[in-house]
T-cell receptor, first 113, second 117 residues
Framework: NAGVTQTPKFRILKIGQSMTLQCTQD?????MYWYRQDPGMGLKLIYY???????DKGEVPNGYNVSRSTTEDFPLRLELAAPSQTSVYFC????????????FGPGTRLTVL | AQKITQTQPGMFVQEKEAVTLDCTYD???????LFWYKQPSSGEMIFLIY??????QNATEGRYSLNFQKARKSANLVISASQLGDSAMYFC??????????????FGTGTRLQVTL
């Protein structure tokens, strides 16, 4: 199993540009999450999904959109990138919401200039 | 109010010594879980140990143990026999098990541990 994979690993965007962060898991997990980690801080939940076709907002959803058309994929879309979105983005998945820890992807480091 | 508080931004420990990383939490839920993660300089999040709110015994995983004091709402991580490879950022996190929703993991701000020779 590859676990949770994220692409790209690094990206620099100009203000106002858009991009999609990709996340794929091959563990047949129902739950998937997007977190962001700002410098020197813990992770904050952006969006989550409890299964294909079902998504919901987390703590910091503004400026982002998600979709979940398949169990495996949970892309995060940034529209009109802003410097405040400079962060490291982690995708995670778990079989159930009460799973001990789930699995985290390696992260995507995004810089908006 | 902060749900997870880690008051130690940085800690030093000598190799082979034990170290305690502090974590206090705030919740009105009766059912919750507490987690510790390690984040090395490479950036990935590594799960270390879990304690459920109803678990009577403190969790242990190899050199990691969790000192769970429910009445004081603290869940300190104890690393025994520190190794140079333990140098990393450590995050405490809590999952509150709301009925019927995907429970959310709330993270503290982390403690940077440096193991010295």
């Amino acid at each position: 199993n590859a676990g949770v994979t994220q692409t790209p690993k690094f990206r620099i965007l100009k203000i106002g540009q858009s991009m999609t962060l990709q996340c794929t898991q091959d563990m047949n997990h129902n739950y998937m999450y997007w977190y962001r980690q700002d410098p020197g801080m813990g992770l904050k939940l952006i969006y989550y999904s409890v299964g294909a076709g079902i998504t919901d907002k987390g703590e910091v959803p503004n400026g982002y959109n998600v979709s979940r058309s398949t169990t495996e994929d949970f892309p995060l879309r940034l529209e009109l990138a802003a410097p405040s979105q400079t962060s490291v983005y982690f995708c995670a998945s778990s079989f159930r919401d009460r799973d001990l820890a789930g699995a985290f992807g390696p992260g995507t480091r995004l810089t908006v200039l | 109010a902060q749900k997870i508080t880690q008051t130690q931004p940085g800690m030093f420990v000598q190799e082979k010594e034990a170290v305690t990383l502090d974590c206090t939490y705030d919740t009105s839920d009766q059912s919750y879980g507490l987690f510790w993660y390690k984040q090395p300089s490479s950036g990935e999040m590594i799960f270390l140990i879990y304690q459920g709110s109803y678990d009577e015994q403190n969790a242990t995983e190899g050199r990691y143990s969790l000192n769970f004091q429910k009445a004081r709402k603290s869940a300190n991580l104890v690393i025994s026999a520190s190794q140079l490879g333990d140098s990393a950022m450590y995050f405490c996190a809590m999952r509150e098990f709301y009925t019927g929703t995907a429970s959310k993991l709330t993270f503290g701000t982390g403690t940077r541990l440096q193991v010295t020779l």
